[in-house]
């Protein structure tokens, strides 16, 4: 049985392990489009602070670990699948074939279509050598326009602040991270922000982009101000890699629509981490939820279905997201946004930093947005994830919101 595995990242090099240990005998190939090792893209922002080198944003740090496991590696770019001869074609004009396939090839980074965004001096912040480019123009001093405050731009902004540049950050919504934060809490972290010395303009973007006189780039705001910078970074939102599968009987929306199983609508492929596209915890509307934990819940389940020793389903994607925005760290989870019919709680608490959200369907706790709750935020998540039937508990919960700990405490007891 030959496994390939197109993507290694996170979830392919976790899929790739968990299918030697079930499957000791089958041939195992990992491709993935870089040169470098596999690594982690969530690592590139303490890269770029200098909190690690290089080496320290490798999946795995020991030489010869894919040796040893006997995971062949390939590099390459995957540029069409054929579903009934069962091999993909890569960049290079090789072809694979394979029994079993995992299209884990994660996501790329969305460039707008602004006029001058192919200039030099403008990069995404996704790759190694995204992270060089930017390492060689991002010096002390240097004017930095960043396009974007989502969680990629609120982690690429505690980076570019440590290295000491003049930091300008352009959000089209209303708040900071509006795609995970409610408009209050987006709100208390675009303030925190700006009182750590970044200029925030929100319900902005950018219209033109030229070179300059008197620095490299000329960036037209859609509010008409012109702004000199010496680097503008795109942090414009990820789209799944997708491409190579046009044509095919591979079903694909935003993402890889997979069930529970994470089998695409093709028996035998796979799919899993930033491209899929997977049943929800509560609707069971396919969502795609790019974040590394349930990159990694897939991939196990991916591989133990590979590997055909048994079935293995998940029990749905739950959106977590954890954020530190110079030091305002916000979590929010689950449905945050609440849903038609529930009911909810705000507490905002904003001169001591601290702010909680909890929406409610029924007696269980569909979602919550925090900031600076850090203690027991994971009772927030058991809470969800669970979904706990709160009885007495909601009352108190919506009287007290800070007092998910407990609750979470309580309900997995009898008779609370």
Known sequence: MKHLILGNGPAGVLAAETLRHLAPDDEILLGGSEAEPPYSRMAIPYLLEGSIDESGTYLRKSAGHYDG?????????AVALNTEQQTVLFADGQFEAYDRL????GSRPVRPPIPGIDLP???TCWTLDDARAIARLARPGARVLQL?????????MQALTRRGVQLTVVELGDRLVPRMMTPAAGGMIKRWVEKQGVRV????GVDFIAQGEE????VTLS????????LLIVAAGVAPNVAFLEGTRVHVAKGVLVDDSMQTSVAGIYAAGDVAEAPDLYAGRHLVAAIQPNAADQA????????????????GVLAINVLDSLGMISSSFGEWQGVAGGDGVEQVDERNGRYISLQFDGEVLIGATAIGLTEHVGALRGLIQGRMKLGAWKRRLLETPTRFADAFIACQRPNS
């Open 148 to 156: 974007g405050a989502g969680f990629i731009g609120c982690i690429i």
């Open 102 to 105: 995992l299209i884990a090839t």
């Open 223 to 230: 509010t008409g101000e012109k702004l000199a910078c010496d």
């Open 121 to 123: 001096q403008v990069q």
């Open 69 to 77: 496991l006997r995971i062949r590696q390939r590099q390459g770019r």
């Open 300 to 315: 196990r389940i991916a591989a133990v279905n590979m590997a055909g020793q048994r079935k293995a389903r998940m029990k």
């Open 201 to 204: 303009l929100t319900r902005a």
């Open 215 to 218: 620095a490299p780039l000329t």
